[in-house]
């Protein structure tokens, strides 16, 4: 199976700020890569999907970038809504785990 | 708009068994697949199972593999998660997820909680 590795776990970080988070495959997953939000009490959402297409509603500021077993999720400026957990999934091979998540904390 | 509200969870010995249901609402149930996703207490995400849109293929992560079965009723816009020799480490929040036809998640149920303890 595919395991996904995130870096850093926590990031702090002021609004304002760029934002890279990393998410590395032990394996191949060509194209196959989404990043979800989850804050607080909340349900994830999906940002990203396909390593780079925001899903509906996703705002400009969030894009993701990468190919093969290398991916980034680039927030350009933290707005406060955007201090949460995020998470990298890949869907190439079954089964489609996520990874261990990146927390983006107020500094 | 859609929705999709899971019920059935509940506090459960180890070793017992529990059926988790998903009712979804906004979309033509019977054209997607769903997943079934678990975060414990503090805890990442964890995909747990995941079935196609007539039911015909099924997947299953290693850790639940043999003890849980997913299963759907489209005539009645319904899915289920069976759950047996259920252990401490299955405890979580279980979501009700829907597939985008490109299995990622595009919409997300507000969870089930699932506790095992004695």
């Known amino acids: 199976e595919i395991v996904l590795t995130q870096s850093p776990a926590t990031l702090s970080l002021s609004p304002g700020e760029r934002a890279t988070l990393s998410c590395r495959a032990s394996q191949s997953v060509s194209d196959g890569l989404a990043w979800y939000q989850q804050k607080p009490g909340r349900v994830p959402r999906l940002l990203i999907y396909a390593v780079s297409n925001r899903a509906t509603g996703i705002p400009a500021r969030f894009s993701g970038s990468g190919s093969g077993t290398d991916f980034t999720l680039t927030i350009s400026s933290l707005e406060p809504d955007d201090f949460a957990v995020y998470y990298c999934?890949?869907?190439?091979?079954?089964?489609?785990?996520f990874g261990g998540g990146t927390k983006v904390e107020i500094k | 708009q859609v929705h999709l509200v899971e019920s059935g969870g509940a506090v459960v010995q180890p070793g017992g068994s529990l059926r988790l249901s998903c009712a979804p609402s906004g979309f033509t149930f019977s054209n997607y697949g769903i997943h079934w996703v678990r975060q414990a207490p503090g805890k990442g995400l964890e995909w747990v199972t995941f079935i196609n849109y007539n039911g015909n293929d099924k997947y299953y992560a290693d850790s639940v593999k043999g003890r849980f079965t997913i299963s759907r009723d489209n005539s009645k816009s319904t899915l289920y998660l069976q759950m047996n020799s259920l252990r401490h480490e299955d405890t979580a929040m279980y979501y009700c997820?829907?597939?985008?036809?490109?299995?990622?998640?595009?919409?997300w149920g507000q969870g089930t909680l699932v506790t095992v303890s004695s």
């Open positions: 997820a829907k597939d985008n036809s490109d299995y990622y998640i595009d919409h």
């Open positions: 999934q890949q869907r190439s091979k079954w089964p489609p785990h």
